[in-house]
């Protein structure tokens, strides 16, 4: 349709198409638009999420050292292993162990050997004394396993730094 006014002439027909054409552009540039920060946004958030979980993982692992289990004599035949909380909670089913499996033979709280700490209060430190095996001239490192006050398990062998754990004692095989 084209329309006279004066000396102009105006053919709205194209005017609309042109109209179309632009907002049908400017609705593309808005969508890429919208894609491309939704993606970048995805990844900051991905990012902040995971430096959140190794900032919560290294804090927990930082209270988790506080407990260990150290060589503190060796006798003949035999090793003193003294397992220590010198943290500020009480850490539960506290087992230790031989990383080569020797032998535990007794406790400081005149406990069964084989039998866990139930809880080791903060402060706290009971001592194991191990039959060294044959032709071992040190004893190997000790083997702490422990569960925290949030009911996460925690192995930590000699003076390494405490891995964490799933699951129970009970699910190794």
Same mark, same amino acid.
């Given at each position: 349709?084209?329309?006279?006014?004066?000396?102009? *002439?105006?053919? !709205?027909?194209?005017?609309?198409? !042109?109209?179309?054409?632009?907002?049908?552009?400017?609705?593309?540039?808005? @969508?890429?638009?919208?894609?491309?920060?939704?993606?970048? +946004?995805?990844?900051?958030?991905?990012?902040?999420? /995971?430096?959140?979980?190794?900032?919560?993982?290294?804090?927990?692992?930082? @209270?988790? #050292?506080?407990?260990?289990? &150290?060589?503190? =004599?060796?006798?003949?035949?035999?090793?003193? &292993? *003294?397992?220590? /909380?010198?943290?500020?909670?009480? *850490?539960? /089913? *506290?087992?230790? =162990?031989?990383?080569?499996?020797?032998?535990?033979?007794?406790?400081?709280?005149?406990?069964?050997? +084989?039998?866990?700490?139930?809880? @080791? /209060?903060?402060? +706290?430190?009971? #001592?194991?004394?191990?039959?060294?095996?044959?032709?071992? +001239?040190?004893?190997?490192?000790?083997?702490?396993?422990?569960?925290?006050?949030?009911?996460?398990? !925690?192995?930590?062998?000699?003076?390494?730094?405490?891995?964490?754990? @799933?699951?129970? !004692?009970?699910?190794?095989?």
């Amino acid at each position: 349709m084209v329309c006279e006014q004066g000396d102009a *002439v105006v053919d !709205w027909v194209a005017f609309t198409g !042109w109209a179309t054409a632009a907002g049908s552009l400017a609705s593309a540039g808005a @969508l890429v638009t919208a894609a491309v920060t939704l993606r970048s +946004e995805g990844k900051r958030w991905r990012a902040d999420r /995971n430096r959140e979980a190794e900032q919560r993982q290294a804090a927990e692992q930082g @209270l988790a #050292s506080f407990v260990s289990a &150290v060589t503190e =004599s060796h006798g003949v035949g035999s090793a003193l &292993v *003294v397992a220590a /909380n010198d943290g500020e909670q009480p *850490v539960f /089913n *506290v087992r230790v =162990s031989s990383a080569r499996g020797a032998r535990l033979i007794s406790r400081s709280d005149n406990r069964p050997p +084989e039998d866990v700490i139930r809880r @080791l /209060n903060p402060q +706290e430190r009971v #001592s194991f004394t191990f039959e060294m095996l044959p032709g071992e +001239e040190d004893f190997s490192r000790p083997v702490i396993d422990y569960f925290d006050m949030e009911g996460r398990r !925690w192995r930590r062998s000699g003076f390494g730094p405490p891995q964490r754990c @799933l699951g129970w !004692w009970d699910d190794e095989t």
